[in-house]
């Protein structure tokens, strides 16, 4: 496809329960990003992956969001033992270089945790 | 203090309006400054980029940067319906340690009516 594809649009779940996100960037794109927009928040940055090198994990909230990206190109974001605080849409993004200034950012996974 | 404070709105002005969305922010090390779109259930869309200071006009949209007073602006004029939406503005930059983590502010509501 043309753009960041991200899957589910929607995910609905239970406390306590673990969740995957998947984000397929845009081919090509060597850096991709996970941000999560809270409600009345702005985007915050959650993870960092650039080609082969060590991702950043600077942003993960707590040791119970994990990434991965698989042959430099898709993307999971793990979420286990989910609380109700993280109940937020996530958002990838993709871009062609190694800073920030113009990413191309999927639609988003809308979580709700119950 | 946050680092980039965006009034949220939201604003709603007549089909026509010279719009002017700001932000400020505190960290002197941010020299790229963007603009992001977002619509409804969509993720955001760059529409402007800068570094450092001065103006930048793309159509209908100019975006300007005063580093001097930690101040950017977006103005849109001839603004139409399909401009409504939610404008983020993100800044990074060299000194902040990783130069692909955007810092976002909350966003301004935008509503356009005709």
């Known amino acids: 496809g043309a753009g960041v594809s991200q899957s589910p649009s929607n995910k609905v779940t239970e406390k306590g329960k673990d969740v995957e996100l998947r984000c397929d960037p845009i081919?090509?794109?060597?850096?991709l990003y996970w941000y999560r927009q809270s409600l009345g928040q702005g985007l915050e940055f959650l993870i960092y992956?650039?080609?082969?090198?060590?991702?950043?994990k600077s942003g993960l909230p707590s040791d119970r969001f994990s990434a991965e990206r698989t042959g430099g190109s898709v993307s999971t974001l793990t979420i286990q033992r989910t609380q109700q605080e993280d109940s937020a849409v996530y958002l990838c993004?993709?871009?062609?270089?190694?800073?920030?200034?113009?990413?191309?950012f999927g639609s988003g996974t809308q979580l709700s945790v119950l | 203090q946050k680092e980039v404070e965006q009034d949220p709105g939201p604003l709603s002005v007549p089909e026509g309006a010279i719009v002017s969305l700001n932000c400020t922010y505190s960290?002197?090390?941010?020299?790229?400054f963007m603009w992001y779109r977002q619509y409804s259930r969509k993720g955001p869309e760059l529409l402007m980029y800068?570094?450092?200071?001065g103006n930048k006009e793309d159509g209908r949209f100019t975006a300007q940067v005063d580093k001097s007073s930690k101040y950017i602006s977006l103005f849109i004029r001839d603004s139409q319906p399909s401009d409504s939406a939610t404008y983020l503005c993100?800044?990074?930059?060299?000194?902040?340690?990783?130069?692909?983590?955007?810092?976002f502010g909350k966003g301004t509501l935008l509503t356009v009516n005709p």
């Open positions: 993004a993709s871009s062609l270089g190694h800073s920030g200034e113009k990413l191309f």
């Open positions: 081919s090509g794109h060597t850096a």
């Open positions: 992956f650039q080609g082969n090198s060590a991702p950043d």
């Open positions: 960290n002197s090390a941010f020299q790229y």
């Open positions: 800068t570094y450092s200071s």
């Open positions: 993100a800044m990074t930059g060299l000194g902040v340690g990783s130069n692909y983590k955007l810092t």
